[in-house]
């Protein structure tokens, strides 16, 4: 049986009480528990076709997933997704599109982009080199981001800062360009969240994403990834996961 060191246990709730990601599920390809932020949810639509529920509300019975998208394209190659989906779903009246697996990257980089967004207009998201060295400097930030092509000398001042403060950092699979699209802003580099359930938030879905698309080909990814606007609205993302 095939482990999966990414089910890990996800952020700890601020109030003391365990978070709904926190709950555990059964990855249908290797038997292995782990908690939901770890995971991808697969619905049955009504037509028999098998699609990823990234906010895990649609209705019937789901199927969970490693976000390893490693481990998905082998099952898909050895032929074993039908038969674990046929099995968690009862029914062999399934439709699988033949780009699942590019289908879940690009949604994952899609509600990633806009959670971001999200937290931007909340005004739980700072930009730029200054505010966010301050907000560190007084404890106020709890995730700090770079984009990919961010430069090295810039991020580690940050990096510095934050590791004295003890907050996460997490380099995201895109460049300033699609991070600056998905904030309404310009030249987005460095960001962070100044709210401790934002911040949690946000750095499960980072990590579910650079997960499934795996962190060596999430480190190869520059500024080159772009969101094209006229797939916004479906989740789809262009450029971040066209690498194998």
Not at 148 to 156: F, N
Not at 167 to 179: E, H, K, T
Request: include cysteine; proline fraction near 5%; charge should be neutral.
């Amino acid at each position: 049986m095939e482990t999966n060191d990414r089910l890990t246990p996800d952020i700890p709730g601020t109030d003391g009480a365990a978070p709904k990601a926190a709950a555990e599920r059964r990855c249908i390809l290797t038997g292995a528990h782990g908690p939901r932020a770890a995971l991808v949810r697969l619905a049955l639509g009504p037509d028999g076709q098998v699609a990823a529920d990234f906010s895990e509300k649609l209705p019937g019975r789901g199927a969970w997933i490693s976000a390893d998208r490693a481990l998905l394209a082998g099952a898909i190659a050895r032929k074993r997704l039908h038969g674990a989906l046929a099995r968690a779903f009862r029914t062999s009246a399934l439709n699988v599109p033949d780009d699942l697996e590019t289908r879940i990257a690009n949604g994952l980089a899609q509600r990633t982009l806009g959670r971001l967004g999200l937290e931007n207009r909340a005004g739980t998201l700072i930009c730029g080199y200054d505010r966010i060295a301050e907000g560190l400097g007084r404890g106020r930030v709890f995730l700090l981001l770079h984009a990919a092509d961010a430069r090295p000398d810039g991020a580690s001042g940050l990096d510095v800062k934050a590791r004295a403060a003890e907050v996460p950092v997490r380099w995201l699979p895109v460049g300033r360009d699609a991070l600056s699209r998905a904030l309404g802003r310009d030249n987005a580099v460095h960001v962070a969240l100044t709210h401790p359930a934002s911040a949690a938030r946000v750095m499960a879905d980072v990590d579910r994403w650079i997960g499934f698309i795996g962190a060596e080909i999430a480190a190869e990814i520059t500024g080159d990834t772009e969101i094209d606007d006229d797939k916004a609205a479906t989740g789809v993302a262009v450029g971040a996961t066209e690498r194998h």
